[in-house]
């Protein structure tokens, strides 16, 4: 202990040094103004290693300056009887963490002990349970912990099962920060803690949003994950996040609870450097767009085998032991940042590098953490100081001094500083604020407008200003100008009065509003000027949003239809299902429809199951309300034949097959820029048997047949995916592993051999027919795969399946943004997410004579 003592002693003095805390209850204070947070010891899941592994992590959270560790508190171990609570492990938990001055951010997490093989609540009791649970927890800890977490990614399975719900998620979220708020009206809620799905889940937080859950929340808690260059994604993502809070309500402060990025050990040197740069640089990006605090996932790898999953190595430190890079990339990160004021971002690239502005308080100087753009650049740039010896601090905590040489004259107000920057970030000490504060701290603010024709927003030009530490007394603010703006057309913009105005014609999407501001020095000896550019997103939305999903349910077909009203009126109509090609209705809903502004109507109607049955030709459904109308939704008529083609590489047994046709832009899911039907487009054809599934497909591609990924990453390189969920057409948005099946169709690979691929299960289908052949402008690819590979299916006349098919296309020339995936792909009937969710798939109807 006296070590540990000691460590601590040393670590509340640096915070003291830096001036971010004073004598009284210094740890507290110092833990209240930290940016920095882990997801670290994983205590409640090892409460028998407190005196090993879990003081092995304080330890290393303690040399690296983190102050905060996330930890579930599982309901099930603290109420293990209904009604009877013990809080012997968590009570021994605060013990232990807050005599190493470790604040516990806790989740309030998941199902009780008394359920059976579930985790979340379904009955009225049993969210009065979860309520009691979180009350008396609470109540409990209420002098120990401020901030909650309620529960941990419920928009994705295992943490919410059988299926993800918003509607359940928000009634949960209600209850507890009811119960939470009864038991300490000063707690902070944390919700809704969403795990990323690609990009962050704004369907799930719309619904949440739409039931008034933003007044049941505190701080808006949610996770990303990305081992790709941060530098476009994360700050238009946090942008998005504040302008959608906006929308429904007040914006609410930020915090990013699970980030983290891989360091894969097969090729250990590369992935570790890379790992320490994204790492440091999502952080600082993230800070900079105002985000509160961001707890790293994870201090320690799971483990440290080839092979493992891309979760398993997310970690500073390695299984073993060993501090890998980015270990020392965030000690150096922590002291180099922390208790100190972030400014904002400057981009440059023209320059070819990233960077952010801090201010120090008590050095009264500021700081630029810079980097170059992508991975594995490197330029030796002039970075622009105050005429004053100027420190340089490496990734890895080397510290670098740069000596004035001659005292400054009067007349010097900056000197240049050659820094040689990679993709780590340098903190170059004492850099000139007139160059760098302005455009750092001088915006279009709101940085993401969302809003619907004909309304107005506040929207103005916001400079932050930081007083220049050389001359605090006489500091006046610079004369700050518009020389030039950019306003998209059917936008108006009244500066003087601060807002921004969309004409009742202006077509939905996203319009950019730049400006190029001019900043120059007040003072009479200093009448430099700088000019910069800023810009804003506005995305005008549409005045409504229409959603049809048909669905199989005990052998009936239904739909499940939804009209998101994003305006702010009531809108009034009927409902319709149309079959586009006939124009008639499939479902003529009898009453007219209100939808209340800022609403979504949602409802399940009944289909005539028999009326599709009997389709021979492709067909396509759309829902109508007033003018509007939704995607189509589309369905195939496959052949249910007593023989399988024969695979050889030719269509000459499919003749009589309908395709499904993939040719148009709107189906394009990934690479949409550069696309053209000749580099990517097709026709794919479904015949099934009893005992086979057979496919085909006609690709028409100007470089065919190349695919360098290994099995699992088929979808990087020339390949077919097929999609097919064998209870039908599905509402639900996670994938049944036991119906919903995603295989790859592949001419080549990295084996240099077609294959075919089940990707959940992570197999090569051995017993699976495939052969390829190149055309003169594209390829065939022709494959049966055998029914029993998807468990106990038997296929009839009549039978309705879930369908899907997608189109990968990579040539040798294609090239992409480090990080980023090349090539392209598009999808019949679904959207990107189809890998997860089947309710965004078609649909095909088995008939014998077809």
């Known amino acids: 202990m006296k070590k540990i003592s000691l460590f601590c002693l040393l670590i509340l003095l640096h915070f003291i040094a830096q001036g971010a805390v004073t004598i009284d209850d210094p740890w507290k204070q110092a833990q209240d103004l930290s940016y920095f947070a882990m997801n670290g010891s994983k205590v409640f899941h090892v409460p028998d290693q407190m005196d090993a592994s879990v003081k092995q992590r304080i330890e290393w959270m303690k040399e690296l300056g983190v102050l905060w560790d996330r930890s579930d508190w599982w309901w099930h171990v603290i109420e293990p009887q209904k009604g009877k609570f013990d809080f012997s492990l968590p009570d021994r938990i605060v013990k232990r963490f807050e005599e190493e001055h470790v604040q516990i951010y806790p989740i309030l997490c998941y199902g009780s002990s008394w359920w059976k093989d579930r985790n979340t609540p379904l009955s009225d009791q049993d969210y009065e349970d979860f309520g009691n649970y979180v009350f008396e927890t609470v109540n409990r800890y209420k002098d120990h912990f401020t901030y909650w977490s309620v529960w941990n990614e419920p928009n994705i399975v295992p943490f919410w099962t059988p299926e993800p719900n918003p509607d359940d998620y928000a009634r949960l979220l209600k209850i507890a920060y009811t119960q939470a708020k009864k038991a300490d009206p000063d707690c902070k809620i944390c919700a809704p803690v969403i795990a990323p799905l690609g990009a962050w889940d704004k369907k799930f937080t719309e619904r949440l949003f739409q039931l008034q859950c933003l007044d049941y929340i505190d701080v808006f808690d949610y996770h990303y994950y990305r081992n790709n260059p941060p530098e476009d ?99 150096t990160m922590v002291k180099e940042v922390d208790y100190k004021k972030f400014v904002g971002r400057i981009r440059r690239p023209e320059e070819g590098w990233d960077g952010v502005l801090i201010f120090d308080p008590k050095r009264r100087e500021f700081i630029l953490a810079a980097w170059c753009a992508g991975l594995g650049n490197t330029k030796k740039l002039d970075f622009f100081c105050e005429p004053v010896d100027v420190k340089i601090v490496h990734p890895y905590g080397e510290v670098e001094m740069r000596p004035l040489e001659e005292p400054p004259t009067p007349e010097q107000f900056t000197r240049a500083v050659s820094v040689e920057i990679d993709q780590n970030p340098r903190f170059i000490h004492s850099v000139d604020p007139f160059i760098y504060l302005h455009e750092a701290g001088t915006r279009l603010s709101p940085e993401k407008i969302a809003m619907n024709p004909g309304e107005t927003v506040g929207f103005r030009l916001q400079s932050t200003l930081v007083s220049h530490p050389s001359d605090i007394e006489n500091m006046l603010p610079p004369e700050i100008s518009i020389i030039k703006k950019n306003i998209p057309k059917g936008l108006e913009w009244d500066q003087k009065n601060g807002g921004l105005t969309a004409s009742n014609d202006i077509s939905p999407g996203l319009k950019t509003l730049s400006a190029t501001i001019r900043a120059q020095q007040p003072f009479k000896f200093d009448r430099r000027t700088h000019e910069f550019k800023t810009s804003a997103i506005v995305e005008i939305l549409p005045l409504m949003t229409l959603e049809l999903r048909p669905f199989m349910d005990n052998r009936e077909l239904n739909a499940q239809v939804s009209i998101v009203n994003q305006s702010s009126r009531d809108l009034k109509g009927n409902i319709r299902i149309v079959d586009a090609a006939s124009a008639s209705d499939i479902f003529p809903h009898p009453d007219s429809v209100t939808i209340q502004k800022g609403t979504t109507w949602k409802q399940d109607l009944p289909l005539d199951i028999s009326l599709v049955q009997k389709y021979e030709n492709p067909a396509q459904w759309n829902l109508r309300f007033q003018d509007r109308e939704s995607r189509p939704f589309h369905i195939h008529v496959s052949p249910l034949a007593d023989q399988a083609p024969v695979i050889d590489g030719s269509l000459d047994d499919w003749k009589d097959v309908k395709p499904l046709v993939i040719n148009r832009k709107e189906q394009m899911t990934r690479g949409a820029e550069s696309w053209n039907p000749n580099d990517a487009s097709g026709e794919v054809y479904f015949r099934f048997t009893p005992d086979l599934v057979c496919v085909a497909a006609r690709v028409t591609d100007d470089d065919p047949v190349f695919n360098p990924s290994e099995p699992k990453f088929l979808w990087k390189g020339d390949a077919l995916e097929i999609y097919l969920g064998f209870e039908g057409p599905a509402r639900r948005t996670v994938l049944n592993k036991k119906y919903d099946f995603q295989i790859g169709v592949a001419p080549t690979c990295s084996l240099d051999k077609p294959i075919v691929f089940l990707f959940h299960e992570d197999r090569i289908l051995e017993e699976a027919k495939v052969e390829a052949r190149k055309t003169d402008n594209g390829y065939i690819l022709e494959a049966s795969i055998p029914l029993k590979e998807f468990g106990e299916v038997k296929l009839s006349e009549g039978t309705l399946l879930g369908l899907d098919a997608a189109i990968n296309d990579l040539d040798k020339v294609d090239w992409a943004p480090a990080g980023n995936d090349p090539g392209c792909a598009l999808m019949w009937n679904g959207t990107i997410r189809n890998w997860i969710d089947p309710s965004n798939w078609g649909m095909t109807i088995l008939r014998e004579k077809p």
Do not use: T
């Open 233 to 331: 994604e994360v700050p238009d993502e946090i942008a998005d996040i504040k302008a959608f809070m906006r929308r429904f309500g007040e914006e609410k402060p930020i915090w990013i609870s699970e980030s983290g990025v891989s360091g894969y050990v097969e090729d250990k040197e590369a992935a570790y450097k890379k790992q320490a740069a994204l790492m440091a640089r999502n952080q600082l990006l993230a800070l900079s767009c105002g985000v509160k605090r961001f707890f790293y996932f994870d201090l320690q790898n799971w483990n440290d085998k080839p092979g493992e999953s891309w979760d398993s190595k997310l970690g500073l430190v390695e299984a073993g032991g060993m501090k890998k890079p980015s270990f020392h990339a965030y000690k």
